[in-house]
Structures are given as C-alpha cells and as structure tokens.
C-alpha cells in the first residue's frame, strides 16, 4: 500500500488569489497524478506529473491554470492560479505502487 | 478516451440488505478498481481487479474483461457502508479514468 499526505487539508481562498497544495507519499514514485473533484461530481484527471519531466495535462487543463512541480520522487505540488468560485473543489494527489493507485486525503477548497 | 459507465446512479437500501453494482467500460484495460469515498470524502480503496473474481469481508468483485464490465456485490448492508462506490480503469502507461459513481444509502 502507499501512505499519502496532504497540505493544507482545507483551505478558503478570496478570488483572484493562488493556492500551492503539497502532496507528499512514503515511496518513490515514477508516477504521480493529480485529479479535481468538483462538488457532487466524480474525479477528473489533471494532470500526470513525472518525476524529471514536464508535467502532461489533461484537455482542459493548463499549466498557466494549474502548475505542478515534481522536484524528486516522493513530492509534489499543485499550484491553483488566479482562483474564481468555479475553482471550489476537492483536489486530490495519487500514486502508483505496481499495478494499484492509492490516493491522499484531498485538500477541500473553497473560493469566495 | 476510454468510457466508464456505472450503475444505478443511486441506491437506497434498508440495512441487512444485498445489492450489485456494475461498471462497464469501453475498451480492454490493464487495470480496474473500485472504490468507496465515505461521507467525509476520504477515497478507500476496494479491490485492484483486473479480471477474475475476489472477496473481503461482505464485498466482493468480478471483473470479465473479455465482456468489459465489473461487478461489485456487498451483502448484509450496514450504514456504514453509505457512500460513494466508483469504478476506475485505466490502459497501459496511464492513469486512472474514473466513473461517475454509485451514491448508496443504507438505512437502518
């Protein structure tokens, strides 16, 4: 299994402001994935962020929108930019050990 | 993109009470796996099962690749089994792709 945290596990942000979600897990890891769930909605893939690489966003998704750095190969970060209401949402971190993603706790955003 | 389908979208049960979920997905897949977010959000994982059949406790899982659905059956219901149960798939090399989930209410 893989143990995955989270900082900050919730947070309420004014609009137009940034927020930087850490994601760290107890392993290292090739593959780290970032996913947004929106409220009363199921998750949606971000992006994919390898370990030594550019990140590869989902359509959607954009990295003026939603940088992420993956600096070694047990951390993460996302940074939501330039936020508005629409942005409110559960954004979770995950890995891959072998064949099975675990996921962190998510951080609960909401923007005002 | 691969489709991931799954049914009921809801489900009330009264507690002690049986049900099946399904997840059908349109393509071949490296990798299935169900999950339950409980009511405070937090994503547990139930079974990695690509294919065949496996148990834990009350719940239980069939994937036939070869039709491309899943099931997920949990007996004797309890309340704390409410929540939602997703199905996620993925290919080779990718990440998982996520159903929009079963939303169960056990009452007692």
């Known amino acids: 299994s893989a143990v995955i945290s989270q900082k900050p596990s919730r947070d309420i942000c004014q609009r137009g402001t940034s927020l930087t979600i850490q994601c760290q897990v107890d392993?290292?890891?090739?593959?780290m994935f970032w996913y947004r769930q929106q409220p009363g909605q199921s998750l949606t893939l971000i992006a994919t962020a390898n370990q030594g690489s550019e990140a590869t966003y989902e359509s959607g998704f954009v990295i003026d929108k939603f940088p992420i750095s993956r600096p070694n190969l047990t951390f993460s970060t996302l940074t939501v930019s330039n936020m508005s209401p629409e942005d409110s949402s559960i954004y979770l971190c995950?890995?891959?050990?072998?064949?099975?993603?675990?996921f962190g706790p998510g951080t609960r955003l909401l923007v005002l | 993109g691969i489709q991931v389908e799954q049914s009921p979208p809801d489900l009330i049960l009264q507690e002690g009470a049986n049900s099946t979920l399904r997840c059908n997905f349109s393509d071949s897949v490296n990798n299935l796996q169900w999950f339950h977010q409980n009511p405070w959000g937090q994503l547990i994982n139930l079974f990695y099962i690509p294919s065949g059949t496996k148990q834990n406790g009350r719940l239980s899982a069939t994937t036939v690749a070869t039709e491309r659905y899943s099931l997920l059956y949990i007996s004797s219901s309890q309340t704390t089994d409410s929540g939602v149960y997703f199905c996620a798939v993925n290919q080779a090399g990718t990440a998982l792709i996520f159903g929009k989930g079963t939303t169960l209410s056990v009452s007692s």
């Open positions: 392993s290292q890891v090739t593959m």
């Open positions: 995950s890995d891959r050990v072998g064949e099975t993603q675990y």
